[in-house]
């Protein structure tokens, strides 16, 4: 098989290489990078953006429900573990338009555009009148990541 006249990599009467795939980018440039070493920041590795389903929660600061906020995170992290949620993140808020706030956000990729989510209020303290039962508020958020499951 001959190469193309038009490749100028090639040298005449030479078979020429084919070119390289992203999987074999990713293992030469693997290869080329210093070994892992658990002590070394220079190995260290920043994790991939995480592209599954995420909780917020988001609470006011000066009302000192941080506690509350953990406990619901170590809940709903401990019935749903990954992959079902990969992340339950608290976002603490200290400003005068946020006092008093309490809102469990849901955040899931869409499945029809890789690039696009869609974000869900589960909870708001000032709309339901109080703090979610943790029964209440699973059940919401099972029937929106599993809502084939009883």
């Known amino acids: ?6 490749d100028a990599s090639c040298a005449p009467n030479e078979p020429c290489a084919a070119p390289e795939t992203k999987d074999q ?20 590795v ?3 953006p995480l592209q599954g389903t995420t909780v917020t929660i988001e609470f006011c600061d000066r ?8 406990w619901t995170q170590t809940e709903l992290l401990l019935t749903f573990p990954p ?12 400003t005068d338009e946020t006092a008093g706030r309490f809102r469990v956000w849901l955040t899931i990729p869409a499945s029809n555009q890789t690039d696009s989510l869609s974000n869900t209020l589960l909870w708001d303290r000032k709309v339901e009148g109080g703090f979610p039962e943790l029964k209440v508020l699973k059940q919401r ?3 929106k990541i599993q809502p084939v499951k009883d």
Do not use: G, V
Not at 1 to 6: D, F, V
Not at 27 to 44: G, V
């Open 1 to 6: 098989m001959e190469a193309p006249a038009s």
């Open 25 to 44: 980018q990713l293992e030469q440039s693997i290869a080329n990078s210093p070994a892992y070493d658990p002590l070394n920041p220079a190995t260290f």
């Open 46 to 48: 920043f994790p991939k």
């Open 63 to 70: 009302c000192r429900w941080l506690h509350r906020a953990t």
């Open 83 to 94: 992959p079902l949620i990969e992340c339950i993140s608290l976002l603490p808020r200290n």
């Open 141 to 143: 958020l099972r029937d």
